[in-house]
């Protein structure tokens, strides 16, 4: 899984590393190992390599290998009767249109590089600190990092500003969470403080393991002074992060640039090529081996007309020395070669770059795509991927900050079995919040947070006239929890949570008049409704994952001990004395009813303890503390054993806010049978209360499976069990189909069969169960389960994991993927997908100068896929079914030609309609449609998602679909050779003289051609438009008046060489069965395809069909009403949705926290600007039955019997 090679930047040879060994201020030994400094690269071209890499990726298409070819045959006089600039012109302008564009895109990425490479930081070189270039810092430098700056490289952390050598870290570049983690240097490294001399006379030693791309792993030992210590994950500071709420802090650089644990994570850049464009390249390839085939016929009969007829006209028409048949048939062969070139113009390519820059343009001007709030419309960032879009199949999403606004609100309460958050009229009718409902005025509190908004008065006026049982619950929320307030003027109160909803929970009871205002080792300071109270702080049970819940143990002023705990209801009801039972009932219902809504949910409880048993129980816990065997199990059972009898308090429901319209995206895109997983970084109970919340987890789903075992057979034991589940009658083994595509069929591919089941299910596999299921010998098994669900979601995963997944399922399921996400976390699953979307949101920009395209908000995916990649893949099949089919009529008609003019390679149509063909009379028209063509409009798409299905199955373009329109293209250029032929043969003007010459059946021949390639370009267009009618009118204009112009004595007699048509139109316009034949030709060729085309639309309607009659009968549908999610009844709840460290709450409770508080404040040192939550929507809230309510003891002095 790990990487382990370092390499030099600048592309020195590698060299395999097993250990990494760096010495403190001691460059020449660290240089000797020749590690990758701190520079970053990700452009793909330096100014020497641009040319000849461009040129290389550029001739691996194998249309401008095939182009060059053809000029290379040009520059030969005796084989070619074009000259050379015909094919040389529009080559170089293809090529020079793409290497600008490839230019570029990789100046923005080295200015990208030049940008981060060019910060700064403090350097401790020679006894001193030096400012220096990121990309000049050296593996085993020291560096200072302060407040608020991003950490430079991986850093092993030596010593901070703070108690205990702790920094506070920000990882949304990493893992895409926003919450701070703690980090604590060695004691040993920690004693070095701030001091210079101390720092330079450091010669501490680092061994340790390669760079790699595990996140949440290091191992290590640090060798100082002959003694030698232990590093693990809880040391370092790796590059991505943000320093916070930290003055300063120094750290040894581990590793460099390329070797980051964040650039190991990024993957590689690739280029990225559409299926589209596979497939054209496989076409091209046949298209060769019939122009081959032809050429041969074609070369094989002017071997035998010279034999057998040539001789004859040697008297006036002598051969050249030494031509005789069998040469004069090779150069005929290759003559055929640049003649019949048409079938392969160009002009495609051109064509095809120009048609995907305007539909990249159609969804960056895209109003209803573009997010006023933060100013930023939608960006097709990648100009050769649009197509695409209308095949997705899988959408790889990540959660926070994509799915998620990453901003906690404290939505609804339960406290004492009455639920609170709900708003009700006159009538006990629930009542919908909007913008206009009245607020919580919470003036009243001098320290309330301005920006918190809540609904509900009941829930204040019950808290401001003393109700004992809601005061306990906001003094609970007050009390326990692991939150560092900052202050940076009097009563201006900031928190900085490990949890964004320990930060919500906080602030909700701030707001409620228990504002927690300050804190110690041992004590905890809050207002109580405005009075000051301190709290002495005894004990602090942690949080972790086993336990799922969090306990302290306060003294009040007047003595009383008491037990404070929230946490999971599963696991605070199995503790809660049996009087509570009752409320433990009305509670649940609450609880079942906010898990609907999709809300994190948390369960409050409290114990009083008696001073007597608090004592032993202390001693007991101070032995286990230093207890050097068994102590997290020795910890375990004395908390299990005071965590009991505890008494309920209520509930809380925190939102993770969604996005705007994720839950209705989501239903409109798996209406379009496209698969959403989701890959996050966030603990399970999070994800998969967001799963219900997006209505991708649903209740009345038939199961959902949870995959988290620690061993890799027990992973496969879980999938096989919910896969037996699911599909009994399935076979053990998968059926993998094997198959050769690419070019040449040399690429192997091995496809994974969808099996049907019967019911719906969704998959939710753990971080360390993924990376079980991911090895060789389980990936397929991982697959063929996952598939079978409507909805995956995979928690803990890193982002090298979100990658692998991606590659898993495009490796054995040859299907579209999209992967869709905000952080640097997300950026190598966004180059592995076929398609990359970025959000730019609360997670910096890494994303979105990574993606393909980017937008601010996940609801616009819909829009992206529905609307404008659908268009563009209609848009761009319809482009090619028509471009081939009028070049291959356009060619097939000199195949004809060619056994009436003795195989010379003589072209049948004036060689200036041969020249402006594609270039002038066809171009527009095929860009109009290509551009502007719809065959539904943006509502009728929504309307009916199912009309995206087509493009999943290739149905508008494939091999199949090229078949049939090669065979369109033989049939029309029978029509049109032979019905002007027959018709001319025989035929006299009005005045008796001939019409039949070779020039006449020319000017007839191209005139048909162009009308009947026209009259298919009008069959194919559904949606008009004034651009379309001018392009196509404009071109058969410009044809005629060009045609009249060109054949015209004036311009015969200033060129007389170049124009030897003259008076041709004369000869043969002005006649009336000349255009009889005209309009006969023309409907014996549309007359087919109009005939089959009714017939499969009566007795074999695809959807288009159906959705555009509908669209005929009926108006136009109504923009789609904002629709309240039903509410659902759940059983299934957060289990501590809280994502903080375990161990956190050892460090609040040390002695030796906060010792150099009395000396500064630490309270200023992160400015705070005004986060999102100010910016919210309301809420649509929903309201339940009231519950009576029911009298309990509460913290406040209430005695309760039963304690």
């Not at 094997?738 to 719906?760: H, I, N, S, Y």
């Amino acid at each position: 899984m790990g990487s382990v090679t370092s390499s030099h930047l600048c592309g020195g040879e590698k060299k395999l590393e097993t250990e990494r060994h760096v010495r403190a201020n001691d460059r020449p030994f660290n240089l000797s190992y020749h590690y990758a400094n701190n520079a970053i690269k990700t452009s793909k071209y330096n100014i020497f390599t641009f040319l000849p890499l461009n040129l290389f990726e550029q001739f691996r298409r194998l249309a401008n290998a095939y182009f060059l070819f053809l000029l290379l045959l040009q520059l030969i006089p005796q084989v070619s009767s074009l000259s050379w600039f015909t094919t040389a012109v529009p080559l170089i302008i293809v090529l020079s249109i793409t290497a600008a564009k490839d230019a570029n895109d990789d100046i923005n990425r080295h200015k990208c590089d030049k940008q981060v490479n060019n910060r700064t930081v403090d350097v401790l070189i020679d006894g001193e600190l030096r400012s220096e270039k990121w990309m000049k810092v050296q593996v085993g430098d020291i560096i200072k990092l302060e407040n608020n700056e991003f950490v430079t490289a991986d850093l092993l952390l030596l010593s901070s500003s703070e108690p205990l050598n702790l920094v506070y870290v920000e990882t949304a570049e990493l893992d895409g969470e926003t919450n701070l983690k703690v980090k604590q240097a060695l004691t040993v490294t920690g004693e070095l403080g701030d001091s210079i001399e101390a720092l330079a006379s450091f010669k501490g030693e680092v061994r340790c393991e390669p760079p790699n791309n595990r996140l949440d792993k290091f191992k290590g030992n640090l060798t100082v002074n002959g003694q030698t210590y232990s590093l693990d994950n809880d040391k370092v500071l790796l590059r991505g992060c943000t320093l916070r709420n930290t003055e300063w802090c120094f750290g040894l650089v581990i590793f460099g640039g390329p070797d980051t644990k964040l650039m190991q994570n990024s993957g590689k850049a690739v280029f990225k090529r559409t299926s589209v464009d596979h497939l054209m390249n496989i076409l091209v390839l046949s298209i060769f081996g019939f122009l081959a085939t032809m050429c041969s016929i074609l070369a094989i009969g002017n071997a035998i007309w010279e034999v057998r007829e040539g001789s004859v006209f040697t008297a006036f028409l002598p051969r050249e020395p030494g031509i005789n048949a069998a040469l004069s048939s090779f150069l005929t062969f290759w003559s055929y070669v640049i003649i019949l070139n048409a079938v392969v113009p160009i002009s495609l390519y051109v064509s095809v770059e120009i048609i995907r820059l305007g539909n990249s343009f159609f969804i960056d001007w895209d109003r209803k795509m573009y997010y006023p709030k933060k100013d930023t419309p939608a960006q097709a960032r990648t100009t050769t991927l649009n197509e695409e879009l209308g095949q997705i199949k899988y959408i790889f999403s990540d959660k926070t900050g994509t799915l998620t606004q990453n901003i906690m609100n404290f939505n609804k309460c339960s406290i004492n079995g009455k639920a609170y958050g709900e708003l009700y009229d006159f009538s006990g009718q629930r009542v919908e919040i909007t913008e206009k409902t009245e607020k919580v005025d919470f003036s009243w509190n001098q320290l309330a947070d301005p920006k918190f908004v809540f609904h509900d008065h009941n829930l204040l006026e019950t808290v401001r006239e003393g109700n004992p049982e809601v005061q306990a619950f906001f003094r609970l929320l007050a009390l326990c929890h692991t939150v560092m307030p900052e202050e940076k003027k009097e009563g201006q109160l900031n928190y900085q949570a490990q949890s964004p909803d320990e930060g919500a929970l906080v602030t909700a009871a701030r707001n409620f008049g228990f504002v927690f205002r300050s804190r110690t080792p041992e004590t905890i300071t809050i207002m109580e409704m405005g009075k000051k109270v301190v709290y002495e702080l005894l004990a602090v049970l942690d949080f972790n994952n086993v336990r799922k819940r969090m306990s302290v143990i306060v003294r009040s002023p007047e003595g009383k001990l008491t037990l404070l705990c929230k946490g999971a209801d599963t696991i605070i009801y199995e503790r809660l004395h049996p009087s509570c039972n009752k409320l433990m009932e009305v509670t649940t219902a609450h609880l079942n009813e906010y898990a609907g809504d999709g809300l994190r949910t948390l369960v409050l409880a409290y114990k009083d303890l008696d001073e007597s048993y608090m004592k032993k129980w202390n001693l007991r816990h101070q032995d286990a503390s230093t207890a050097m065997d068994d102590r997290d199990e020795r910890l375990h059972e004395l908390y299990e054993d005071i965590e009991k009898d505890l008494i309920l308090l209520g509930a809380t429901a925190v939102e993770d806010k969604l996005q705007d319209g994720v839950p209705q995206t989501i239903e409109q895109l798996a209406k379009a049978d496209i698969k959403i997983w989701v890959l996050t970084g966030d603990k399970q109970e999070t994800a998969e209360n967001i799963g219900y919340s997006c209505n991708m987890l649903r209740e009345e789903m038939t199961d959902v499976f949870i995959v988290a075992a620690n061993t890799a057979e027990g992973v496969r034991e879980e999938l096989q069990r919910a896969r037996r589940k699911m599909c009994p009658e399935a076979a053990e083994e998968p059926t993998v189909i094997e198959a050769r595509a690419g070019l040449f069929w040399l690429q192997k591919t091995k496809t994974v069969q969808d099996e049907k089941v019967d019911g719906e299910y969704g998959l939710i596999i753990n971080g360390h169960s993924l990376a079980f299921a991911l090895e060789k010998d389980l990936e397929l098994e991982l697959l063929r389960t996952a598939c079978m669900c409507q909805t995956v979601i995979c928690c803990r995963v890193t982002p090298l994991q979100k990658a692998q997944v991606v590659q898993l399922v495009k490796k054995y399921k040859q299907a579209v993927t999209l992967a869709i996400g905000d952080g640097a976390n997300d950026v190598s699953m966004i180059k592995a997908a076929h398609i990359g979307v970025g959000i730019s949101g609360q997670e910096g920009m890494q994303a979105v100068l990574s993606s393909d395209f980017s937008f601010a908000q996940f609801r616009y995916l819909q829009r992206l896929l529905l609307v404008h990649g659908r268009w563009s893949y209609i848009r761009m099949c319809k482009f090619l079914r028509y471009f081939f089919f009028k070049n291959f009529t356009f060619t097939l008609m000199h195949f004809w030609y060619a056994f009436f003019c003795g195989f010379s390679a003589q072209t049948v149509y004036d060689e200036l309609f041969i020249t402006a063909y594609n270039t002038v009379y066809t171009a527009l028209p095929v860009l109009g449609i290509s551009l502007f063509d719809q065959d539904v409009n943006d509502r009728w798409s929504f309307q009916y998602p199912q009309l995206y299905k087509p493009g999943q199955l290739n149905m508008y373009f494939s091999k199949k679909a090229f078949v049939r329109c090669i065979m369109n293209s033989c049939y029309c250029s029978l029509i049109l050779f032979f019905i002007p032929w027959a018709a001319m043969r025989d035929m006299v003007r009005d005045d008796g003289k001939d019409i039949a010459d070779y020039q006449s059946f020319a000017l007839v021949a191209q005139t048909c051609l162009l009308i009947v390639v026209s009259a298919q370009l009008f069959l194919d267009t559904y949606h008009w438009t004034s651009v379309n009618q001018l392009f196509m009118w404009g071109s058969l204009a410009t044809y005629f008046a060009a045609t009249f112009t060109l054949y015209s004595n004036g311009i015969f007699l200033i060129f007389t060489s170049a124009f030897p048509f003259v008076g041709t139109e004369r000869n043969s316009l002005n006649q009336p069965n000349i255009w009889l034949t005209i309009l006969l030709t023309c409907l014996l060729c549309a007359l087919p395809v109009v005939a089959l085309r009714f017939i499969l639309i009566q007795i074999r309607p695809t959807i288009n069909d159906k959705v555009r009659y509908k669209v005929t009968e009926e108006t136009l549908p109504a923009p789609a009403p904002r629709r309240t999610r039903p509410r659902r009844i759940s059983t299934r709840r957060s289990g501590y949705a809280f994502s903080h460290s375990q161990g956190y709450g050892y460090l609040v409770t040390s002695h030796k926290f906060l010792l150099k508080s009395h000396l500064r404040s630490r309270l200023a040192l992160a400015a705070q600007t005004d986060g999102p939550l100010a910016e919210n929507q309301p809420q649509h809230y929903r309201t339940i039955d009231e519950e009576p309510e029911e009298s309990r003891s509460s913290l406040g002095g209430i005695r309760d019997s039963n304690t």
